[in-house]
Each structure stands twice: as C-alpha cells, then as structure tokens.
C-alpha cells in the first residue's frame, strides 16, 4: 500500500475528523461496561494541537492509544495489562524524493509496569465534558531510552501477548524487543524464559565484537546501522484522583472515606535504538 492508500484508511478510521467529541474527564461513571472510546484534543509541546483517540476494552483487558503527528506518522499504543506487555507502533510514510515509495510499520513490544496507565475497567467508565477544550497534562514524566536486542517472531508472539501478532501484523520483520523484559515476563505465572525466548530472534550485533554504528554515523545508505526512533504521548490518563468525603453523583465508591473523583494526566517520551539491515530503514535518525 503507498502513501495515498494509507492516509485514505486513517481518514475511514477517523484521524481525519474534525468535528470535536469532548475533552476532561470529569466524573468516573459507568458508561459502558465492555468497551469504550474517547477523543481527545491535546495541545503538544511544540503548540499544535492533536486529537488523541482511546479506546478501552474490560474483556480483553486492553487499551489503545492512537493520534497522528504533523509529519504524518501514525502512533499507536496498546496496553495488554493482563500479559504486562506495551506495544508503541510507528507506521512512517516513506520520503519519495530519497526512493522510498511506501511507508514502514515498526512494533515496539516492552513489559507494561503497573500504575503507569489507569485500568481498561477504569477507562470505560470516565465520562467526558466540556467540549472543545485543548488538554495539557499534569506531569511530564521525561523520556525513557530502549536499547532493543532481537526482533519478535510474529508467529510464535502468543506467549509474550496474544495480542501482539495482529497488532503487527504490518511489522513482520520490524517488531522488536529487549532481553530485559522477556527475563521480567518469565517471572510471571505459567511462563518461562525458553518458551519467550523460542519466539525471538537476536540481532546479529550480539554475536559481534563491534556493534554496528549509529544510522546518522554512516554514508552507505544499504549498511546495517543502529538507528533511533522517539515517540511522545503527549496525554494519557496515568492514574486515579481519590477525593474524601461521599461522592456527588457518583456511583463508585471503594469505602473508607474516599472516592474516585477524576484521572491525573501524563505525557512521556519513548526513545528506540535498534539494528536495521540497512540505513535506507532509517532515513529520519539524521
């Protein structure tokens, strides 16, 4: 698929709208007890103004997170809370004028630490007001770095997440992962470390004495590199507000005095190193 076809499915799936749903999550009501959608109009640290859409399902214990940024990449992020696994998706639309004709799909599959994004149970009870209003978050939370050591074998993924293979589906050969984390999720009950290690292939650099260089450190645009790719969720909902007292118009309620009144917001930042068979992969890490 090249460049128009793309950017006709995200506007089918709703990036191109205009028309604003709602904004702050106010009150925690139960709205929908199976899944739900949210649209949200966040303003990112360069002024532009993004509309983030969230949707969350209690049955598969999941959320997602898309928006599309001013150079056209489309972000993606999914939240597997049961497996304890986050995927950052890029799909890059490809510079014509270097001979990149189509765009590139890249999967980024990390262990999800606990606390960092309210539960799919919570999202699909907030309910939005105040329409049109531009949201900025809370807390900046920085940027955290990964070093990637292999990539994912799509067809063997189901014991990292059964969610990760359709989700990457477009990054057959470009979904990656770090040693560090298939060690965490070993730790977890009914895994091991062989069985999520038999669904991951090293790359070559770990078998080398010298790793290969950064891609913006190398001329030869068909040469193996490391290259970088950062993405920022510039608003999300990363935890609960509790309020004392009895709630007003609440329906949730957990006792002791106290009631969940509202979210706190987030942004973070998520910088990528990882090997490419060749810089052509990587034109952007200049």
Not at 263 to 275: D, V
Request: glycine share 8%.
């Amino acid at each position: 698929m090249g460049r128009s076809g793309e950017r006709k499915r995200w506007c089918h799936a709703g990036m191109c709208r205009r028309t604003v749903v709602g904004s702050l999550f106010c009150l925690l009501l139960a709205i929908n007890h199976v899944a739900a959608q949210l649209i949200i109009n966040v303003q990112n640290q360069g002024g532009e103004i993004v509309q983030e859409t969230i949707t969350s399902s209690v049955g598969d214990e999941t959320c997602t997170l898309e928006f599309q940024r001013s150079d056209g990449t489309l972000i993606t992020e999914l939240i597997d809370f049961k497996s304890e696994v986050q995927v950052l998706k890029a799909l890059v639309l490809g510079e014509e004028e270097r001979g990149q004709s189509q765009y590139q799909v890249m999967c980024f599959v990390t262990k999800f630490q606990k606390g960092d994004f309210i539960t799919a149970d919570a999202m699909v009870k907030l309910r939005q007001k105040n329409p049109s209003t531009i949201r900025t978050p809370e807390e900046d939370r920085g940027k955290e770095n990964y070093t990637m050591t292999g990539w994912v074998l799509l067809d063997r993924a189901t014991p990292i997440s059964r969610h990760v293979a359709p989700f990457c589906v477009e990054a057959q050969e470009a979904t990656y992962v770090r040693d560090v984390d298939l060690k965490a999720w070993a730790e977890l009950p009914g895994s091991s470390i062989s069985i999520l290690e038999s669904a991951v292939k090293l790359f070559p650099s770990a078998n080398t004495v010298t790793a290969p260089s950064r891609c913006s450190d190398v001329s030869a645009i068909w040469a193996p590199c490391i290259c970088t790719l950062e993405m920022c969720i510039g608003w999300y909902p990363c935890g609960l507000k509790y309020c004392k007292g009895k709630p007003e118009n609440a329906l949730q309620n957990n006792g002791g005095g106290s009631y969940r009144c509202g979210i706190k917001t987030c942004r973070k930042c998520h910088q990528y190193s990882y090997y490419v068979r060749e810089k052509q992969q990587c034109l952007w890490d200049e």
